[in-house]
């Protein structure tokens, strides 16, 4: 009985230490999305492709690197979503951005985690 209180009383912990540094994500408005990434370089983190930088420059022209690839396209926002269409790579959708802790993600249209940075 002992093992089986001491078993639960770890899981119990374990569970509030997880929920305690899980944080909800806040989605940006229009002028907050704005703000963070027009006319800015971005330093992504690709949930598949790894590093992945991004330069959104002003009027919506796009250009990507990524291990010796490189793509350009157009750029746009959509309310609190970013709407990325490349050329060549194989992405054209938008997404919604969302801030979670120090950092902000792009989410795929279907909810997943396509990219995050960290604001500068």
């Not at 639960?8 to 703000?35: C, I, K, R």
């Not at 002003?58 to 746009?76: A, K, M, V």
């Not at 309310?79 to 795929?108: A, F, I, P, S, T």
Request: a positive charge.
């Amino acid at each position: 009985m002992k093992c089986v209180f001491s078993t639960v009383v770890y899981l119990g912990l374990a569970t509030m230490v997880s929920l305690a540094g899980a944080q909800d994500a806040a989605p940006l408005s229009h002028d907050e999305a704005t703000t963070l990434i027009k006319g800015k370089r971005l330093a992504t983190n690709n949930a598949r492709f790894g590093s992945v930088g991004l330069d959104l420059r002003d009027g919506g022209r796009l250009f990507g690197t990524n291990q010796g690839s490189s793509d350009s396209g157009e750029w746009r926002l959509e309310d609190n979503k970013l709407c990325l269409k490349w050329r060549r790579w194989e992405y054209d959708g938008c997404g919604v951005l969302q801030r979670r802790g120090d950092k902000v993600e792009h989410l795929y249209p279907d909810g997943t985690l396509h990219f995050t940075f960290t604001p500068k």
